[in-house]
Each structure stands twice: as C-alpha cells, then as structure tokens.
C-alpha cells in the first residue's frame, strides 16, 4: 500500500539553525501539506501546496518557513532560523486530485531545537 | 469559541465493549469529518470520513454527523487492545480551504 515517507524521523538543532524537513507523498497524489503537533497539543495546519506554489497557508507559516518541491517526488519544508518554539512533530500529508479531504499522512519528524 | 473540541480522556475499556468518541464543531461550512487514528509519537492514520450528515460504516467503525447539533462520533463496536490509540476528530470545508482542522484528540485504552 502506497505511503508517505518523512525523513529524518527525529532531529535536533541549535537555536538560530536551518533545517530541511523531507517527505516523499504518494507517487499520484498532487496536493501536499505539513502540519505540525507541539507535544500535548493539536495538529496544526501549515501549508498547502499545488502545482509548485502554496495555495494556502496558516499564520504560524511566517517568513522563517518555505516549502519546495525540488524534483518529482520529494517535498521540503524547510526552518530558516529555529527557535525553541518550533520543537514538534512535524507531519507531511498528500491527498489526490478531487479528493482534498483524504489527506494521508506520513510518520513525522520529531523537531527538537536547543 | 474553538473550531473544535473533543474530550481528550483517557477513556479506557475492556475489550469487546462498544467505544463511543465525539466532538463539537462550531463552524457550520464544514461539511467533511474524518476520524484519524494515531498510535504514540506516530502519523495520523485515517479511519474514516463522512460528508455532511449521515452516518457511515466501516468494519467495526461507524462515523455518525449530526450537522443539525454540529456533532460528530465514531462508534468501535467489539473494541480490541489494538484499538487502543488517540482519536482524532478533523473537519474542513468544501472548495476553499483546503486545511484540516483537527480535535486534540481522545486517548483509548482498551484493556484485555
């Protein structure tokens, strides 16, 4: 059964640092999403994203944020400048055409910033 | 007012009783719920989704939506140790926003 992949499943960096955050989405699926769960909290909506550029984005999506998708099948998020707060677990998703309320979701990234 | 809210629990059961999980939404332009699945430290996992009112059968799972009350359950019937998980209510609107809004989610045991 198709599924979405995320790597690293878990890192740290120093406050102030970039990460990039890897998904690979459901090989026919066209629109991708991250989230992000803040332990003990709810999932949080980030971004979306279609055709090669973001058709929505939360507030918590502010300048530090951007996503890419550099080839045919990966999708990035990637942190400018972490900060403490950004620690969670961050979740890629992927849904096909017309069916943007299915959305899969991948195992996540644990973020941890120090 | 939060968009929605779900009681997080813990809810705990024996197994093979009949598990009932729901939430409160405030919005009325949602019309899709889902019901996600999520095991510790792990990626939602959907179970289900319904659109607009009605109820919807899967197995052991039903997803039941009462747009009238704005309130939506998912039913386990037969509840194994395997089930047990958090539970996560999502919803969204039709066209337009493309976002999940979720619950916080009820944590489920179910004890052999």
């Known amino acids: 059964e198709p599924e979405v992949t995320q790597t690293p499943s878990h890192q740290v960096t120093q406050m102030g640092q970039e990460v990039i955050l890897r998904c690979v989405p459901i090989s026919n699926h066209l629109y991708f999403y991250w989230y992000r769960q803040i332990l003990g909290q709810k999932v949080e909506f980030l971004v979306s994203?279609?055709?090669?550029?973001?058709?929505?984005k939360s507030e918590i999506f502010d300048d530090q944020f951007s996503v890419e998708r550099p080839d045919g099948s990966n999708f990035t998020l990637k942190i400018r400048s972490t900060k403490l707060e950004d620690s969670a677990m961050y979740f890629c998703?992927?849904?096909?055409?017309?069916?943007?309320?299915?959305?899969?979701f991948g195992p996540g990234t644990r973020l941890t910033v120090t | 007012q939060k968009e929605v809210e779900q009681d997080p629990g813990p809810l705990s059961v024996p197994e093979g009783a009949i598990v009932s999980l729901n939430c409160t939404y405030s919005n009325s332009a949602f019309q899709y719920f889902m019901w996600y699945r999520q095991y510790s430290r792990k990626g939602p996992e959907l179970l289900m989704y319904?659109?607009?009112?009605g109820n919807k059968e899967d197995g052991r799972f039903t997803a039941q939506v009462d747009k009238s009350s704005k309130y939506i359950s998912l039913f386990i019937r037969d509840s194994q140790p395997s089930d047990s998980a958090t539970y996560l209510c999502a919803t969204t609107t039709q066209g337009g926003s493309e976002k999940l809004v979720f619950g916080k989610g009820t944590k489920l045991t179910v004890n052999p």
């Open positions: 998703a992927s849904s096909a055409d017309g069916m943007r309320y299915e959305q899969y």
């Open positions: 994203f279609y055709n090669n550029e973001i058709s929505e």
């Open positions: 319904t659109y607009s009112s």
